[in-house]
Nanobody, 125 residues
Framework: QVQLVESGGGLVQAGDSLRLSCTPS????????MGWFRQAPGKEREFVSA????????YYSDSVKGRFAISADNAKNTVFLQMNSLKSEDSGVYYC??????????????????WGRGTQVTVSS
C-alpha cells in the first residue's frame, strides 16, 4: 500500500499563488505517474495535471494550462504543483494521486491506484 501525503493548501486572493506538495510513502512501478485532481462543492472531480517520474513528461487540463506548473523532484521524492494567477473557480479540494507510469489517458481518475486525503484551496475574488 502507498500513502500520499499532500500539503500546501490554503486561503488566498484571486491573482495569488500557492504551491501544493505530494510525497508518496514509496515508489514502485505502480506510482510512476503522479497526478492532481480537484473537486469543487457540487461538482465532479476533475483532472488538473500529471507528471511521470522517469521522464518528467507533464500534462495539464485546458483550464490551468499556462497558469499551473507541475514538477517532480526525485531527490526529495516529492511532486509539486505551482499554481499561479489563481481564480475563484480554482477553489476546491485538491487530491494527489498515483498510478502506473503509462501516459495513456492520464486525465482518467480510474487510472490511478492511490489517492491522498486532499488539501483545501480557497480563492477569494
Amino acid at each position: 500500500q502507498v500513502q500520499l501525503v499532500e500539503s500546501g493548501g490554503g486561503l488566498v486572493q484571486a491573482g495569488d499563488s500557492l504551491r501544493l506538495s505530494c510525497t508518496p510513502s514509496k515508489r514502485t512501478f505502480t506510482t510512476g505517474l503522479m497526478g492532481w485532481f480537484r473537486q469543487a462543492p457540487g461538482k465532479e472531480r476533475e483532472f488538473v495535471s500529471a507528471i511521470t517520474w522517469n521522464d518528467n513528461k507533464s500534462y495539464y487540463s485546458d483550464s490551468v494550462k499556462g497558469r499551473f506548473a507541475i514538477s517532480a523532484d526525485n531527490a526529495k521524492n516529492t511532486v509539486f504543483l505551482q499554481m499561479n494567477s489563481l481564480k475563484s473557480e480554482d477553489s476546491g479540494v485538491y487530491y494527489c494521486a498515483a498510478g502506473p507510469g503509462s501516459s495513456f489517458r492520464v486525465e482518467i481518475d480510474g487510472k490511478y491506484l492511490y489517492w491522498g486525503r486532499g488539501t483545501q484551496v480557497t480563492v477569494s475574488s
